[in-house]
């Protein structure tokens, strides 16, 4: 583990997990495509970032004491002007441990959301998840798992182990996902999961948004 890595671990870990400000930044520092973000500290600050970016953004409250920020109402798409973006700000500043809030950029994806995920399995290790993420990653339940690390035939076999790998090839004329984006991406994470090594219990990325170019995750949740 890489020092800039190892000082975001240690210092998340009187919480046990780690805010998503820094988790962002970790996926970063092993080469994980992110959407752009900022976090800020006033209305003001948000809505600067928003504006140099492009409206419509979303917004996420940043709190230790939060975790699951949308079961809390602390997450909010499609925002599109300053106003809008400073009544949630106030919004979110009368929640418990509010330290800020994350301002993110909207990305359409090509095909369905995606969730890729990992946890220790006390049998064989680290494993990974490929599956159909976003709000209905839980309706769908359509995943499939490897043992890490990855390889580049694994990322291959996990995307056409989905039912719906039809919708990321591209189906009936829709547009396919980058297929050589995803797999970087899981490589890449595969890669962040061996260096973590017994330092996480589990993370997800969800959603991962695919386009015809990129694929990149726009939410991630770390528990050590």
């Not at 056409?160 to 090839?169: D, F, P, V």
């Amino acid at each position: 583990m890489n020092d800039a890595i190892n000082e975001i671990i240690t210092g998340a870990a009187a919480n046990g997990w780690v805010l998503e400000p820094d988790a962002l930044r970790l996926l970063q520092l092993c080469d994980i495509d992110i959407v752009r973000f900022q976090l800020a500290t006033s209305s003001g600050e948000a809505a600067q970032f928003a504006r140099s970016i492009g409206y419509p953004v979303v917004a996420k409250v940043v709190s230790p004491a939060i975790m699951h920020k949308s079961d809390a109402g602390g997450v909010a798409i499609g925002i599109t002007s300053d106003e809008e973006l400073e009544q949630h700000f106030e919004r979110f500043r009368k929640m418990e441990g509010f330290v800020g809030m994350v301002v993110e950029e909207m990305v359409q994806a090509t095909g369905p959301e995606l969730i890729i995920g990992a946890k220790r399995d006390p049998q064989f290790g680290p494993v990974i998840l490929l599956g159909i993420g976003g709000t209905g990653v839980e309706i769908y339940q359509d995943t499939t798992i490897r043992m890490a690390p990855l390889s580049r035939d694994d990322v291959g076999a996990m995307v056409k182990k989905l039912r719906a790998h039809k919708l990321i090839e591209g189906y009936r004329g829709g547009k396919a996902v980058n297929m050589e984006a995803l797999t970087e991406l899981l490589l890449n994470f595969s890669r962040l999961v061996m260096q973590l090594d017994t330092a996480f219990e589990s993370i997800d990325l969800n959603p991962v948004l695919c386009t015809e170019q990129r694929c990149l995750a726009a939410d991630v949740r770390i528990v050590l």
